[in-house]
């Protein structure tokens, strides 16, 4: 007779968090255990893990720490458990999301369920029309600066099983092992990259942030999506007494507003007459400035509007450059649409929500170096006009061959107009 458990975890959570930690993909962690690896012994392996998260005796073994390069400059560090441990998170993040769900208020954006980026894009733009003024900001290192000791408490105000506090503990100190093998003691954060990290994120931004924005400045509009977040103001005045009291709030839980990336901007439009140095920001891969419109009689005016950033386009111009095309002749045009195809799509489904004709450009450059990848494959094609007629006259026969044509990117520099 199997002996009854201190701590009582479904095998059924254990087995369906298997499935979602599978079904995100990720690599493996310090132990260099794959998802396939363990999947050879997965009805074994599921259950030495149910096993010791259920008896108390699980310890998480040292988060992997990669370096992230970002898009602005400096380096993330990324922290990957591994698969066992992805697992056991997921298990505690399927018990443990849906009670502070119940609590988080919808301008909260970020990694939740049936919440998106595009969302809060989109209730940042009408609000960008009903208010003048907004106060962007970014925490700075928001997921290695978290304190533990606060954490924990917002824990154990949502649950009473002793095992995910517990386990949520253990986690929190698992030191990382750095690339030369080095291991590194963490006192405060929850890294990047771990399964529970932004439940965890958002649980201690919901009680820093959101809950006293609600309690405090309940006339002011916010959206937050993780560490970025965008506040709407009556006033310049509003503005910067907002900014003073968010940087006291935040101090008193250890974090610190990024003064680099934190700005103050008018809304201008036509008929906001005032004058301000700064009229645009960026939010979630967006900028938002002043813009030519029409309205619904066809009359030119200027709107305040999101459109795909700068720092946007020269990351996905980086990303097309690094596919390294002209390398790839020994390749078809059906191989080449089958590698890179979703990667396109994502851009397209991402960026053209909002004044699509600012990403043309960055699809058009897709087709340059498509049309350089032809003039290398082909010798009787190596002039630049053979090779963008031999891709237009396909492009023409197969327009779904490629997401940004099927858009209505052409290779003849022709934007034709989705289907």
């Not at 922290?79 to 997921?90: F, L």
């Amino acid at each position: 007779m199997e002996k009854v458990k201190p701590f009582k975890i479904s095998k059924h959570t254990v087995m369906d968090a298997f499935k979602r930690v599978k079904a995100n993909k990720g690599t493996y962690g310090v132990d260099g255990e794959s998802i396939e690896v363990f999947e050879k012994d997965l009805k074994n392996n599921l259950y030495k893990l149910w096993n010791r998260m259920s008896s108390g005796s699980y310890f998480p073994k040292p988060v992997k720490a990669v370096e992230i390069p970002k898009k602005n400059g400096g380096i993330r560090i990324l922290g990957i458990p591994t698969v066992e441990d992805r697992i056991a998170q997921m298990v505690v993040k399927l018990y443990f999301e849906p009670k502070v769900e119940e609590i988080f208020y919808e301008d909260s954006y970020g990694y939740r369920p049936n919440k998106s980026a595009i969302q809060a894009i989109s209730a940042t733009r009408k609000r960008c029309w009903r208010k003048d003024w907004v106060l962007e900001f970014d925490i700075k290192g928001l997921f290695d600066n978290i304190r533990h000791d606060y954490l924990i408490e917002m824990v154990k105000r949502h649950t009473k099983k002793k095992w995910i506090i517990l386990y949520i503990k253990r986690w929190l100190v698992a030191p990382f092992q750095l690339p030369d093998g080095t291991i590194k003691q963490r006192v405060a954060g929850t890294p990047q990259g771990g399964v529970i990290s932004p439940v965890l994120a958002n649980l201690f931004l919901h009680y820093a942030f959101d809950d006293y924005m609600e309690k405090e400045f309940q006339a002011i509009d916010w959206a937050r999506y993780a560490d970025d977040a965008v506040t709407h103001c009556v006033s310049l005045k509003q503005a910067n007494y907002l900014l003073n009291q968010l940087m006291k709030r935040f101090k008193r839980f250890g974090l610190k507003i990024h003064l680099g990336k934190t700005k103050i901007v008018y809304c201008k439009d036509e008929d906001r007459k005032g004058d301000y140095p700064k009229t645009s920001f960026d939010f979630l891969g967006y900028t938002f400035r002043p813009r030519g419109s029409k309205n619904k009689y066809g009359k030119l005016f200027v709107n305040f509007l999101p459109a795909i950033s700068n720092k946007a386009k020269k990351a996905i111009r980086k990303e097309v450059r690094s596919w390294k095309l002209q390398l790839k002749s020994d390749k078809s045009i059906q191989d080449i649409a089958n590698m890179f195809n979703r990667q396109i799509q994502g851009w397209i489904n991402y960026y053209t929500h909002f004044y699509r004709s600012e990403i043309y450009g960055t699809l058009r450059y897709i087709n340059d170096k498509l049309v350089n990848w032809v003039r290398r494959k082909f010798k009787k094609r190596n002039s630049t006009k053979r090779a963008k007629h031999w891709l237009g006259e396909i492009a023409k026969r197969e327009r779904d061959l490629f997401a940004h044509w099927k858009f209505g990117i052409l290779p003849m520099g022709k934007v034709m107009g989705a289907v």
